[in-house]
């Protein structure tokens, strides 16, 4: 991937010891993902290797209620055993799913790395709008096409570099309560978000 880039291939083989810093710069300019998420870039045998820190942070997909893993036998069609050439329909399989479950996840950016990295606002506009069509053209044996939604997202977007209310007192605020002893739809889970003195999220 950097080989591709003629830029940063420059950089680092014109000079004995690159500038780490002239590097970064140019992968930020170059790659969305870089100057988003970051990357270490790690060179074998090279004189320079560089690490961006990226400004948007998401964390793991928590269950807001217990899940029930649902396992079933399969039949493997393709014989996976050295020294057999022909393919074996016998070969026994298991398949595990969770049949029903809500997730809740939270992320951040943070103004200061994306100044940085040079994360605009045309960027955060595209995470947007990628994480709104998280699940479209994501289709597979594992999640068929219609089985997984984005159902609800609260976008914050402050006034100031440094928000007047931290992110820790943002995520927080959510309060979540589940209507039945056993939910099975997005609308058995009635969410309430309150912060004093925090503007009001756009509700998507």
Not at 57 to 80: E, F, R
Not at 117 to 136: I, M, R
Request: one cysteine or more; charged letters at 30%; glycine letters at 6%.
């Amino acid at each position: 991937r950097a080989d591709s880039c003629e830029e940063l291939k420059a950089e680092m083989g014109n000079k004995k010891k690159a500038d780490r810093d002239v590097c970064a710069a140019i992968a930020c300019k170059e790659w969305m993902d870089v100057r988003t998420f970051g990357q270490v870039f790690a060179f074998k045998g090279s004189q320079v290797s560089f690490g961006v820190r990226g400004p948007v942070s998401i964390h793991q997909a928590v269950s807001l209620s217990p899940i029930d893993i649902i396992s079933m036998q399969i039949t493997k069609s393709v014989n996976s055993e050295p020294g057999k050439e022909s393919k074996a329909s016998d070969t026994m399989g298991m398949k595990h799913r969770v049949g029903f479950a809500v997730y809740k996840v939270m992320g951040s950016v943070n103004v200061q790395l994306a100044e940085k990295t040079g994360f605009s606002q045309e960027d955060a506009e595209v995470l947007k709008e990628a994480l709104k069509t998280l699940f479209e053209n994501d289709a597979s044996s594992a999640r068929p096409e219609g089985s997984m939604e984005v159902c609800k997202m609260y976008w914050w977007q402050h006034d100031e570099k440094t928000p007047a209310v931290s992110s820790g007192r943002i995520q927080k605020g959510f309060h979540v309560e589940a209507k039945k002893e056993h939910p099975r739809e997005f609308e058995d889970y009635e969410i309430i978000w309150h912060v004093d003195g925090c503007k009001e999220p756009e509700v998507i």
